[in-house]
């Protein structure tokens, strides 16, 4: 992900454990692979994709409602500090975000440290909305278009820094099935991606993408894939914006309307993922480093459920 201007505050560094994690079969969905000993902590904090606010601190949900309207749930650690609850209530974002079929965070692509989103309508026009600070009211400015013809894509995700360029990028499948990277430009001309290039084919047996950051130690950004089946599995960034051969994670995660890439929720300077069922329910899986399991086994948060939204989309 990308970088940010201002400095995090700094936490005490926890221990790189050397456990060995136990099947998630009794969690029912989204069962994870046994893990071998942690990877080392990082050195410095990831960049939190969803810190509308707050982007050093806490994520944020947004979610839309049958009615069109976006509303923020702002967080804070809870008192275990491994998971994240509300920090207040539901703050309204305005309606009209019905017109959209797809709606993603993807990082700080302005740049100005705050993460911005990108939204596309149903005749295929991208738009891209850019963060407020906290000085100002509402999380976006007035919608930028990007650009038309992106309904020939099935799935699109960005946040992560594939090239590890210091700029997030953007990916997306077709409906051949072939992969593309949109290179995210420095933010300061008019184009906010460079031209695609095409970086992969056989993405047609998933039906979910997301752009997760670092989560298995290295320095390029990760991305994890829902298959049809309901596997998920891990496509490590290599240098140049491309992807090592898939790593099976877990079955079960068919259970989940969508997946997110959420960043670190739990404040442990580690990238971790989202995912949430349509009655409201949502888990945490927090990300340990370890690229043949990433994720420890999920835990329950109710941030979402205890809002009273009926969301019809989370981003």
Do not use: C
């Not at 079969?25 to 810190?51: D, E, Q, R």
């Not at 990108?118 to 000085?135: C, E, F, I, N």
């Not at 993405?203 to 309901?230: C, F, M, P, S």
């Amino acid at each position: 992900m990308n970088p940010v201007r201002s400095a995090r505050p700094k936490r005490r560094r926890a221990k790189a454990a050397a456990a060995v994690v136990a099947l998630a079969t009794a969690l029912g969905a989204g069962t994870l692979a046994s893990s071998a000993s942690a990877a080392p902590y990082p050195s410095s904090p990831p960049k939190n994709m969803h810190g509308l606010k707050h982007p050093f601190v806490s994520p944020d949900l947004l979610a839309r409602d049958a009615s069109g309207k976006v509303w923020r749930i702002g967080s804070v650690q809870d008192a275990s500090g491994k998971n994240f609850t509300a920090a207040e209530a539901p703050v309204p974002e305005g309606g009209g975000w019905n017109a959209y079929d797809r709606i993603e965070m993807v990082g700080d692509i302005t740049p100005d440290g705050y993460p911005d989103a990108v939204a596309r309508d149903r005749d295929g026009v991208l738009w891209k909305y850019t963060a407020k600070s906290a000085s100002y009211a509402g999380s976006f400015w007035t919608r930028t278009r990007i650009g038309a013809g992106w309904n020939t894509y099935t799935m699109f995700t960005g946040g992560s820094d594939v090239r590890y360029d210091l700029h997030p990028d953007l990916v997306a499948v077709d409906k051949r099935g072939d992969l593309y990277l949109y290179e995210g430009s420095d933010g300061t001309g008019e184009r906010t991606y460079l031209p695609r290039r095409k970086i992969g084919h056989g993405w047609g047996v998933y039906d979910r993408i997301t752009a997760v950051g670092n989560i298995g130690g290295g320095i390029e950004g990760d991305l994890v894939a829902r298959d049809k089946a309901g596997v998920l599995w891990l496509y490590l960034g290599k240098p140049g914006g491309t992807f090592a051969p898939r790593t099976r994670i877990g079955g079960g995660w068919n259970a989940y309307g969508d997946i997110i890439g959420i960043g670190d929720a739990d404040g442990d300077w580690r990238n971790d993922l989202y995912a949430y069922g349509p009655d409201g329910t949502g888990y945490l899986y927090r990300g340990n480093g370890e690229w043949k399991a990433p994720f420890e086994n999920r835990v329950a948060n109710t941030t979402l459920k205890d809002s009273g939204i009926k969301a019809s989309l989370v981003f």
